[in-house]
């Protein structure tokens, strides 16, 4: 694993977005049995709970972006100062151009600003904090706005009872700034390429494009759900392994590195795959369970990319919350944990997204598209 | 751990309101299906620190044969 301690970089502001609709597990009768019963076994043993859905017409860019205007608008925040951004998310708006730009674009930022993208899911976000970091301890860059999400609910079919209930859509904006009295962060990362193949969505990419036969086969997944092929693959017992492995001995080692103990940490805000998975980390890393949330699981779901940005937003409120722990892992297989001072942070919260009333609808944009090619837009 | 202990952890891990008994048949819990799996996984990683495939179940008939994956943690 890569060990690294960068200086001079103060975290400043965040806030998620979610998506205004949302589904119950309460509200899921049919998938179980209709058998009440069966739903409290569920949500005891996983924590399901309610996860917010984007809906077709709504992307990881348009909430992020919504999440950055709240921002600067709640923090009278100047963007035209922001020098970097970093946009990491999975499900991105075009196969070309990266939402990097594409948000700078919407956002107006200042053309001196570098934009780039991190293609990371559940580990993404720690990635695009010690990318952040890593650019401004150098003195070069002066603000950064990361932009994170991803869509993990609304690329599931709601018959995929593997998936579905599991996952929940969220953005969020955090600033970051280059700051000079020596502000410490340590990060810890690492990856497994062997495990690809363990969380995948196979085809749409280049190698294997999307063609008819593809959208329109559907098989049965290992629980007998029938689902179409474009549906996300999670081979649970091998990921689950592979976190109970990976995440306690991460955890230790982050704060064996900064030189602490885990009462020298205010809040843990770990990746919310599920309550179980949290719960057994918390257990086998011996983290007080007072300072590590499991309940944003059942709030919100599980955020993918946002899940660690979600605890903190939803966790920070009252509370004077100082040294945090980050610690997020997944498709990559990829991990990462972070120990940064938030002291001073602004929290925006978590907010619902409102869909702009005259966004256009994927059939208006597909004949946008048509007479763009034909040179009539 | 005491197998009688076991067994009645077994019901909590499972969420099953009747007791569980060594020579019960897993397929005939109403509550055997993937979640459960995913418990004893967590369970057996927790405790035990024993970590367990989805080809570790496929050959279980009986409660007994679960304990068995515990080898001597379970007597």
Redesign the interface.
Known sequence: MANIILRNVKTRGIKTIIPEKYIDIDDELEFFENNPKKIA??K???GYGRRYIANENTTVVDLAVYAAEELFSEMNYNRQDIDLLIFVNQKPDYPEPCDACVAHGRLNLNKICTSIDINLGCSGYIHALMTAHTYLSTGMYKKCLILAGDLCGRSCTQSDR?SAPVFGDAASATILEYVENGNVAYFVTGTDGKGWNKIIRPFGGMRIPIDEKILTTKTQN??GNEVPLIEPIIK???V??FT??IVPKLIDDIIEFAGLTSGDIDLFAIHQANK??VE?IV??AQIPKDKAPTETFFKYANNSTNSVVTVLCDSLKDNNIKKVLLCAFGVGLSWGAAIIDIDGIYNGGISSYIEPKDKSSVKEQIDFWIKYIKGEE | MKKSDFLVELEDILQREESCNETDNLEDYEEWDSLSKMSIMAYYDKKFNIKLSLKDFKDLVTVNDLIALAGDKIQ
Do not use: C, L, P
Request: hydrophobic share 35%.
């Open positions: 076994r569920a005891k043993m996983v593997k290992s629980i649970g017992e091998d689950f392994n109970m492995d179980q998975i057994n257990d086998k």
